[in-house]
């Protein structure tokens, strides 16, 4: 039996949830129809863009390609135009009706069948737990006693990206310093508890100037120049943007989580420029947190380097970790499941990077 759940397919476009769907080759194609509601507020969002990346984000829909199986499994992401019927198969190619237009998409040649390979394989790692579970025992955090007032909490969805966010930053490192002293980061940290924007003085060399604290709230609220290939790779914390380009920065991160029940959840965040607390205690890279009922600070500092790569971003999650065996169990079933795509990338893009981690999950999956 299927337990799909679609809703946050496309957590950047925020359009409706009532999805054409069609079966073809193995595969649902679902996506969301995107007609009109937030045209105007994507195009307002797409002049935040850089030049070459404009017009992307105003393609308001969005049609996503499921393998069926008892835990489905993404296969791609396709942004597209306002459509107003299920796709249509003929063939190896895809018709898509939109309001003025009607969309063919086919193969594209060898380029094409590099492009689909890669981007399939990319699609898959990022529904997949990279790291090996470590069998160590779980740091216990500590839930707030009171919340700020009228403060909007945010639930805890173990397996998604962290996205609901308060910011403030780029800071050079004395800048950092002085803001971290001032608010008490990360644990006693008040920046969640501020309005939408807020000031906080820090000390220059010329003075005191003002930083503002900005807010991302909410996922269909982040800025797009704040997250990077959201409509292909779902969603990511773009480094670059949020630290303006600049390097040797650093970003002060905070939001309030709330927890409905007792669990245990491993830490996915296997970045040297990202470090986490949760309820006042630092968390690394595939360590375990038992979190009880309650209401936790979750606060993350971020930096980039003094010389900045082409690209540089963060998926922050929190994955289910209650019982160490079952999860290495989950984790490989899901590698056995995503095993065909990542070799078809090893076979057909070998020297692109993304081959190198299908290489050494494979290598994990069937040891010589």
């Keep these: 039996m299927l337990r799909p759940d679609y809703r946050h397919l496309f957590p950047m476009l925020g359009q409706r949830n009532y999805p054409p769907v069609a079966f073809a080759g193995g595969c649902l194609f679902v996506g969301e129809s995107g007609l009109g509601k937030y045209d105007e507020y994507w195009r307002k969002r797409d002049e935040e863009l850089p030049p070459e990346r404009r017009g992307l984000n105003f393609m308001n829909s ?12 993404v296969l791609a992401r396709n942004a597209c135009r306002g459509y107003l019927m299920s796709p249509a198969f003929f063939g190896d190619r895809m018709y898509v009706r939109a309001p003025r237009q009607l969309i063919c998409i086919g193969p594209t040649g060898a380029e094409g069948e590099r492009y689909e390979a890669e981007t399939v394989a990319r699609t898959v790692l990022d529904q997949l737990q990279l790291s090996p579970p470590t069998d160590s025992a779980p740091l216990k955090g500590e839930p707030l006693k009171g919340l700020p007032y009228r403060y ?31 608010l008490g980061f990360p644990g006693a940290w008040n920046l969640a508890a501020a309005g939408r924007f807020t ?8 003075g005191v100037t003002s930083n503002v604290v900005q807010c991302f709230e909410g996922e269909s609220e982040i800025p797009p120049r704040c997250t990077t290939d959201s409509h292909r790779f779902g969603l990511a914390l773009d480094l670059l943007r949020t630290h303006g380009n600049r390097g040797a920065t650093v970003g002060l991160w905070q939001t309030i989580l709330s927890n409905d029940r007792e669990r245990v959840l491993r830490l996915d965040l296997d970045s040297p420029y990202a470090e986490l607390w949760i309820g006042g205690c630092l968390v690394k890279h595939n360590q375990r947190i038992r979190l009880g009922i309650g209401n936790y600070i979750v606060a993350m500092r971020t930096r980039t380097p003094d010389a900045l ?13 209650n019982d160490v065996d079952a999860e290495r169990a989950r984790r490989l079933a899901r590698l056995r499941q995503a095993a065909p795509y990542l070799d078809r990338a090893v076979k057909v893009v070998p020297e692109r990077p993304v081959a190198r981690t299908c290489r050494a999950l494979l290598s994990e999956m069937r040891p010589e």
């Excluded at 969005?62 to 499994?73: A, H, S």
């Excluded at 962290?162 to 050079?172: A, D, T």
């Design 62 to 73: 969005g049609i996503g390609v499921v393998r069926p199986d008892p835990e489905p499994l």
């Design 152 to 182: 909007e909490l945010h639930p805890l969805l173990p397996g998604r990206t962290l996205s609901e966010w308060r910011y403030i930053g780029p800071l050079s490192a004395p800048e950092a310093k002085a803001v971290t002293a001032k």
């Design 199 to 206: 000031s906080v003085e820090v000390p220059t060399a010329d």
């Design 309 to 321: 790569p082409d690209t540089l971003s963060i998926r922050p999650r929190l994955r289910p970790s």
